[in-house]
């Protein structure tokens, strides 16, 4: 039998995890929601800006919250490049060519990220003390992510909530004809959404160098758990896939802790597939 | 029509002579990517019997690993000849299908869902595969232990390059007459109602579910020979090569590539991605790792883009559209 106390880590740590998963699943969640294309590459983006983050702080010196701005800078601009680029000339396509173009650009990124700078991995090191309570010890980097992760969501309801643009995004989504009629363009709309999805990954990258160290194919770890959570808390459902973020990190923290640390991620997905034909809308979603 | 037959008879043949030819220092190694291209093409064509009718696989990784581990494992721990490790294999990889298949088809997971769930079911085969590594070697691979003869029929294992060359030519024949048969099979107009609307197709009395998991299965059992021939012509086999999203993707690229409506693209696709990185790799040497996928990756893009239906696809439609004119008929297919 595992410690209880092992046990109660575990579940503190995929709360942890949970927040950094949340905050990828949420700017995957906003363009398709919106755009209703899935970028495959996605979380490749936030491989580049990770890398974009390590660069600045290791190589041009800048501090830590500096590089981490500019690298929503970076996500943002790369999210509108990706919209211009590839999405635009696909948007009436099937939606298998558009789920294909964005995997192209997948492997293209990594094998960019292989060709510039080596499959080393590197990572920023921040030393903040390990906080310790009632014997269970929490990483505080881990915690300060968490705590920035969640300020970042909450920046992002109320950018669709409260501000104008925000609601014609969230109309967007809604009716995708209705919202021509209103006068407002879906093209720029697009856009935005495409910068704001971008500057989601570039918060997500500069939280996540500080955790973890990026290599190429730091995508593939984080890459098809973040399409799994979007789909399980129902694509385009936003408050559905913070939910999903955090019940995917508990299994995979917890099964960690129980089984394996593969098991663990083995049983994240097999719940999903099973989840996928109970209940294929999402386990938030409304029976028809 | 018999002027097609004559080319593709001609070309079989002289694919059939090349380890006959003279080729110098580099035969072996010219043979070794032939042989690549026979068995990933397979591979491909057996993908596209599903991707074709819509049910797009991100998941035939799973297959391929499922069928490549079984024979090696079963093989290394219980001494079976790979004569039956091959058809235990594909037994189990087709129930493993169907057992997938059956709850897509019941419920419905079509498009998007169907991708994602398939993407699913690939990441769980590596990840098992790599956390039971006491037996299957974990992702360090696992190695087809040696029969100790340099050739033996008994467990396939030959020193000689030729065999697995023409073995890997028959193969590729046998994915092409079997594309060609469900392409002349009544299934194929059931498949394509069903890939465009399923639930008109079940009102005009198509069984939806049965024609599914046929082709389902089907295209399993193709996928999981390939990797039953890909493993014992490596001797070798690694959850990363022949299992997981990496290998699932590589198969729908090169048949995206070459053409997923069309009997040739497979091939031609597979072909272009695994000789233009056989070339990057030669040209570069160690100089520039990663440029060979740069390339690749770009291709693919740019060809989604600008031409979906894939190079063979578009080059045929082309031609098509030649030959129909001059007869002043309606082209039978579009």
Redesign the interface.
């Given at each position: 039998m595992v410690d209880p106390i092992f046990l109660l880590e575990a579940v503190v740590n995929g709360i942890l995890l949970g927040g950094v998963l949340a905050l990828l699943a949420l700017g995957l969640n906003l363009i398709f929601g919106v755009i209703d294309i899935v970028w495959i590459a996605y979380v490749d983006l936030v491989t580049l800006c990770m890398y974009g983050v390590y660069f600045l702080v290791s190589l041009y010196g800048w501090p830590l919250w500096l590089a981490g701005l500019a690298g929503i800078g970076i996500g943002a601009l790369l999210g509108v490049l990706v919209h211009l680029l590839i999405i635009t000339p696909i948007l009436s396509s099937p939606p298998i060519n558009q789920l294909l173009a964005t995997g192209g650009l997948l492997f293209f990124i990594q094998s960019v990220a292989t060709l510039l700078w080596s499959t080393d991995h590197r990572s920023v090191r921040v030393s903040l003390p390990t906080l310790e309570v009632g014997g269970i010890f929490i990483s505080f980097t881990r915690l300060l992510a968490f705590g920035l992760a969640i300020l970042a969501m909450v920046a992002l309801y109320l950018f669709l909530t409260r501000t104008y643009t925000g609601t014609a995004i969230r109309a967007v989504s809604q009716d995708r004809e209705a919202i021509a009629l209103m006068g407002a363009r879906p093209q720029r709309l697009y856009l935005v959404t495409s910068a704001v999805g971008g500057a989601m990954a570039g918060v997500a990258g500069a939280l996540l160098i500080i955790q973890y160290a990026v290599h190429p194919y730091f995508g593939g770890a984080f890459g098809p758990l973040t399409f799994m959570i979007c789909v399980l808390g129902g694509l385009g459902n936003m408050v559905g896939a913070f939910a999903a973020a955090f019940i995917m990190a508990q299994v995979i923290s917890v099964g960690g802790v129980l089984v394996s640390t593969e098991m663990g991620y083995v049983i994240a997905f097999v719940i999903f597939i099973v989840l996928m034909f109970v209940r294929p809308g999402g386990i938030f979603a409304r029976r028809a | 029509m018999s002027g097609a037959r004559l080319l593709g008879l001609a070309g079989v043949v002289a694919l059939a002579l090349v380890p006959l030819l003279p080729l110098g220092p580099a035969q072996e190694y010219i043979w070794h990517v032939i042989i690549q291209i026979f068995l990933w093409s397979f591979v491909g064509s057996a993908w596209s019997l599903m991707g074709r009718f819509?049910l797009?696989s991100l998941g035939h990784g799973a297959f391929l690993g499922v069928g490549a581990y079984a024979t090696v494992l079963l093989w290394n721990f219980y001494g079976m000849t790979p004569w039956a490790g091959a058809g235990l294999a594909i037994l189990i990889t087709v129930a493993f299908a169907l057992v997938?298949a059956y709850?897509?088809s019941?419920?419905?997971?079509v498009?998007?869902?169907f991708?994602?769930?398939t993407?699913?079911?690939g990441?769980?085969i590596r990840?098992?595969i790599?956390?039971e590594r006491d037996w299957t070697g974990g992702s360090l691979g696992v190695t087809l232990t040696t029969g100790g003869t340099a050739s033996d029929w008994w467990t396939l294992q030959f020193a000689d390059k030729r065999v697995f060359y023409y073995v890997g030519l028959a193969a590729w024949l046998f994915g092409l007459w079997v594309w060609w048969r469900v392409d002349r099979s009544m299934a194929r107009s059931a498949m394509e109602a069903i890939g465009e609307d399923e639930t008109a197709a079940a009102s005009v009395g198509i069984r939806v579910a049965r024609f599914k998991m046929a082709i389902t299965a089907l295209s399993a059992a193709l996928t999981a020979l390939g990797g039953v021939l890909l493993a014992l012509y490596l001797a070798y086999a690694n959850p990363d090569t022949l299992a997981g999203?990496?290998v699932s993707?590589r198969i729908?690229?090169a048949v995206?590539l070459g053409g997923m409506y069309a009997l040739l693209g497979p091939f031609v696709g597979t072909a272009l991605t695994i000789a233009l990185s056989e070339y990057l790799r030669i040209y570069f040497g160690i100089k520039?790792?990663?440029?060979?996928?740069?390339i690749?990756?770009?291709?693919?893009?740019v060809f989604?883009?600008f031409l979906?239906a894939g190079i063979y696809g578009s080059i045929a439609q082309a031609a098509r559209r030649r030959l129909a004119r001059p007869s002043g008929r309606l082209p039978l297919r579009a």
């Open positions: - | 819509g797009v997938v709850p897509c019941r419920f419905q997971v498009g998007h869902y991708g994602l769930v993407l699913a079911v990441e769980v990840l098992l790599v956390a999203i990496g993707l729908v690229f995206v520039l790792i990663g440029i060979a996928e740069t690749y990756g770009l291709l693919l893009i989604i883009i979906p």
